[in-house]
């Protein structure tokens, strides 16, 4: 089994910052790619970050600029800093990532924790 855990959410005035973190644990051989998305109220989820194995990091243009993702691999865990925070980033955010287990690689989900940005 293999859970990803996010915390770091909350309440934060426009012009803020937050980080989020999210922890895998679990029969875990590997991870790839590992990424953010949000989903606001009546709206898709959509992708806000993308960091793969590698170090490759990719961003829409929504959020570049502001947005940084990173990977701590020691600790199996992504992390995403958001600054100028903006109240078009108000949603449920959730993290994904590709695990390889003993049985085959698949992609994960947290739960998602929220983030309001407003004053």
């Known amino acids: 089994q293999v859970q990803l855990v996010e915390s770091g959410g909350g309440l934060v005035q426009p012009g803020g910052s937050l980080r989020l973190s999210c922890a895998a644990s679990?029969?875990?051989?590997?991870?790839?790619?590992m990424r953010w998305y949000r989903q606001a109220p009546g709206k898709q989820r959509d992708l806000v970050a993308t960091?793969?194995?590698?170090?490759?990091?990719y961003y829409p243009d929504s959020v570049r600029g502001r947005f940084t993702i990173s990977r701590d691999n020691a600790k199996n865990t992504v992390y995403l800093q958001m600054n100028s925070l903006k109240p078009e980033d108000t949603a449920v955010y959730y993290c994904?990532?590709?695990?390889?287990?003993?049985?085959?690689?698949?992609?994960?989900w947290g739960q998602g924790t929220q983030v309001t940005v407003s004053s």
């Open positions: 960091t793969t194995a590698g170090g490759s990091t």
């Open positions: 679990g029969s875990i051989l590997s991870i790839h790619d």
């Open positions: 994904n990532a590709d695990i390889r287990t003993r049985a085959t690689i698949s992609g994960y």
